[in-house]
């Protein structure tokens, strides 16, 4: 039958194009050679993980490939749970130590820190500008009530971030939930920490950010540090492994290479000194030698990772 | 407005002088929704035309549930999958969670719906009299459908474009499967995506004209077959 014949023609033709399109797809990367990491945002948003990702891969060769999902702490304590990734990259002490105790991950080594930053419009609608963050907060909650122009956008996402957020709300002597019932000042973004930083500005609104990423986001914002100094501000950012035992598919070697590679004395040289070039101040610091600034142990900064045998 | 306008200078000269990182999202992107589309047409069609010319027990029901399937919000897709391919879900064994190939599964399931579906009314609009027509000439059943397939061609054709739009615009399905890593699994809308939360409004612009780009070859492309 002749008519049947063009449409196969253009079948045919058509099947061809898309196979040969899609070639290069079935080309994967061995599995083996792939570090799959969970991050938060923040290492991601400041351009720290494309500086140490292609670096690791130098240093190891082999063809080895560092990929990385930003999702923030919540949501990559989640994959890590379900054997979704190799390796966590998070700050959230809390939450870790639970997720360490449940026996979802192993080796824990922190590797940087910096400060969490309230930051806001520069007119400062609130009056909080240099109190402590506990204070700060509570004033904005206050006024927030009765001016309008006084707003506060969270992260809202189970984030680090946001988690750091609840527990300062507690410190100021709030339930997390009366917050978010609060009223219209108190907005739930549910978005990454560089999103937020936008929302906040074009609000006009106060919100709580890591200071790598508002460093990293500040010259295209109008929004300032209103209040950087206190106990409640500190951040550390550590590395988790998966437990194998949970997810016999995890590539430990290059997780326990990757943690090395963090603790490496060039490494936390890189971290110290990433972003002054561009941003005028270290969007980070290394936490190898300043375990008494962040109260944690030695061990945890710089005892070396083995693979068991 | 100037944004806008700096949005089409940006996407001209990322597209004449082929940035590289833009060519791979770019390429990344057809390769995942033609093969999605390619696998969803060589599925819906002729499960359309099974369910137009076979009488079944609720064939009308299946076929609501097909249209109302139109509508499956394609974060729930990603969500499903996701759910299916993790290490933890039944599929997790495939080491197919944040690839490629997750995220054809998932363009392919997204399109299949409106694929079936809009098969299902290409055939159904053929005049009763062409059908009465073929089937006195005595036509075999294989005669009948393909027959039937030519006579609907435009509109079937049109459901490939439109199974193709929907795909290659989709957003939901591909970051929560892909996961939006670079080099691997970014394509041009959770690029898109990511660079409007960074700020840089102009390369989403730009990513948003090369997409709309892509369409119109397309539909060009679709438009020379059709005329044949």
Known sequence: MSMKREPTYVGIALLILTIFLTTPVMGETFEDKVLMIATTTSLDDTGLLDVLGPAFEAEVGDNVVVQWLSKGT????EYGKRGDVDLMMVHDRAAEDAFLADGYGTDRRVFAYNYFVLVGPE????????MAPADAFDTIMEMGMEDSSVQFVSRGDNSGTHSREKAIWKSAGYEYA???SAGDWYIEGGQGMGSTLGMADE???YTLSDMGTFLAYRGDLDLVSIVEEGDDLLNIYSAILVNPENEPSVNTPLGIAWINFLMSDEVQEIISTYGVEEYGKALFNGAKGNEDVIAVSVDETSLPLEIAA | MNEIISGCITAIHLILTRDPSVMEITMLTLQVTLTAVL???CISIPLGSCITFRE??????VIGVIQTLYAFPTVIIGLFCFLLLSKSGPLGFLGWLFTPHGMILGQTLLVMPIMTGLTISALQAIPKSITDTIAVLGATSRQFLFTHLREARFAIMATVIVGFSRAISEVGAAIMIGGNIRGHTRILTTSISLNTSMGDIDMSLALGFILLGIALLVNIAMGLVQQR
């Open chain 1, 74 to 77: 919540g949501v990559s304590l």
């Open chain 1, 203 to 205: 609000m006009g609104a």
């Open chain 1, 123 to 130: 007119s400062d609608p609130a009056g909080v500008a240099g």
């Open chain 1, 178 to 180: 009366d917050i978010q």
């Open chain 2, 56 to 61: 079944f027990f609720g064939k009308k029901y």
């Open chain 2, 39 to 41: 696998i969803a047409t």
